[in-house]
């Protein structure tokens, strides 16, 4: 597939959707104040049902489109690689220590930096950054954010973002996730099942509530949905794609950052790793971007450039997929700062979803090179092109983190942490060390080499 080839309908107008379900919610109240409650309640289970089978027709069709480029399969995945290392160590790295932490703790400073103001479009995020007296982009954590009682995700506050209010890694569904990988392969080791990924997601990972503030969910869009269907008793793998509009979301490679960890210098390995834990709940471009970012990420192990890491992710997924071609874009781009950035992307991609795995892909490879091998400049370009921006700032974060090891990140991004993290998985403590979680990768790491 080719971004030529994709012509998205104008048919669906946010704009357009939000007054018509708002009438529809006016008139239900003016139903009941004339005394026809009964009847508009009739009329929205109508509504409710014909929507139910839209989207089954929708989730139908998207199933059952196929596209030779674009397989799902790993052997099919595998014949349509390029040319490519496929693993560069032997060993773990003799710094591997070092660039474990410069990885997972600039994974978790991209995250927190990105956080404040997630999918906040920039003259927004440029403007609250203007009244708190902060740069855009950001050269250190927020002074202060928006609404800074609200609650995040479930035990934190939204003022845990700040640099006056953070006593931890706040909370983040990006860095459970993170987590959830550890704990997976603590359990069943590297070649777990889905099925055995799915119970650890039972047993650790809370859903927090529906229809309330977005800060008491555990999760969100096609983990939400893959999460409610095993709770429900859906069994594998129609779990993952019933109600799942997020096939081809970032939320997988998200999720991939732990199988480059215990996986370094061995980018066809962690993506393997990858490739099994996204097409629980995505397809295609969504799985091939979780594989390519832990490919990368694996890569950023054995290299000194974090742009010969993304090339070398690049060699694990099919070359002639929608995210391969716009990854090559991307890589032959050459943006000044994160608004030029920002323009050529979606100048190139309008229409597409601001989640979706290749457009925050596009942001973190054009984060990297903007930065430079800077730390501080990668994530703060990064973050400040919007999208999903602690995903885009997370994973940013961690890719350079691996190439320069921690000693090359700036204290300020650090000391704020405390050396601790605050989380919210279920049977686990609601704080935990940043020392000991790196310590249970390196173990992993280790035991998995021997093996």
């Known amino acids: ?202 047993k650790y990972l809370p859903l927090g509530r529906d229809y309330v503030a977005g800060g008491e969910k555990g999760c969100w869009w096609g983990e939400r949905s893959l999460l409610k269907n095993l709770l429900a008793g859906v069994p594998l793998p129609q779990a993952g794609v019933a109600g799942n509009p997020n096939l081809q979301g ?45 490919a990368a990420i694996s890569a950023a192990f054995a290299v000194d450039d974090p742009m010969e890491a993304v090339r070398i992710g690049l060699t694990e997924i099919p070359k002639d997929s929608l995210f391969a071609e716009g990854i090559r874009w991307a890589l032959a781009q050459s943006p000044s700062d994160y608004q030029e950035a920002f323009d050529q992307t979606w100048a190139r991609y309008r229409g597409m979803f601001n989640g979706s795995a290749l457009t925050n892909a596009i942001h973190v490879v054009m984060g990297l090179k903007i930065g430079g091998g800077d730390f501080t400049k990668t994530i703060g370009e990064t973050v400040a092109m919007s999208g999903d921006n602690d995903c885009t700032g997370a994973t940013a974060g961690s890719i350079l983190g691996a190439v320069i090891g921690i000693g090359n990140i700036p204290e300020h991004w650090i000391r704020p942490f405390h050396g601790r993290m605050h989380g919210y998985l279920k049977e686990m403590p609601e704080y935990l060390s940043l020392e000991e979680v790196c310590g249970r990768f390196e173990t992993l790491a280790r035991r998995f080499r021997q093996s």
Request: aromatic share 12%; hydrophobic share 35%.
């Open 1 to 202: 597939m080719k971004i030529e080839q994709v012509h998205y309908s104008d048919r669906f107008q946010e704009a357009f959707w939000h007054e018509e379900i708002d009438d529809i919610s006016r008139y239900l109240r003016l139903a009941a104040e004339y005394g026809r409650t009964q009847e508009g309640e009739s009329y929205c289970r109508e509504l409710e049902d014909a929507l139910k089978q839209v989207k089954q027709k929708f989730e139908q069709l998207a199933l059952s489109a196929r596209d030779p480029q674009e397989p799902d399969d790993l052997p099919e995945i595998l014949a349509q690689r390029p040319d490519g290392p496929r693993q560069l160590l032997t060993g773990l790295p003799e710094d591997y220590a070092q660039r474990l932490r410069g990885a997972f703790y600039g994974r978790m400073a991209g995250c927190t930096l990105g956080a404040a103001l997630e999918f906040e479009p920039i003259p927004a995020a440029k403007s609250w950054a203007e009244r708190f007296g902060d740069l855009y982009p950001l050269t250190d954590y927020w002074s202060e954010v928006r609404w800074p009682e609200d609650p995040h995700y479930i035990v934190g506050k939204k003022k845990d973002l700040t640099r006056a209010g953070m006593d931890a890694v706040p909370p983040d569904d990006d860095t459970m996730y993170t987590l959830l990988g550890l704990l997976t392969m603590e359990a069943y080791g590297p070649d777990f099942t889905q099925e055995q990924m799915a119970e650890i997601w039972k």
């Open 250 to 294: 970032i939320a997988a490679w998200t999720r991939a950052d732990s199988y480059g960890y215990v996986f370094p210098g061995n980018p066809e390995k962690a993506a393997a790793l990858a490739y099994r834990d996204a097409s629980i709940n995505h397809r295609r471009n969504g799985v091939y971007g979780s594989m390519f970012m832990a």
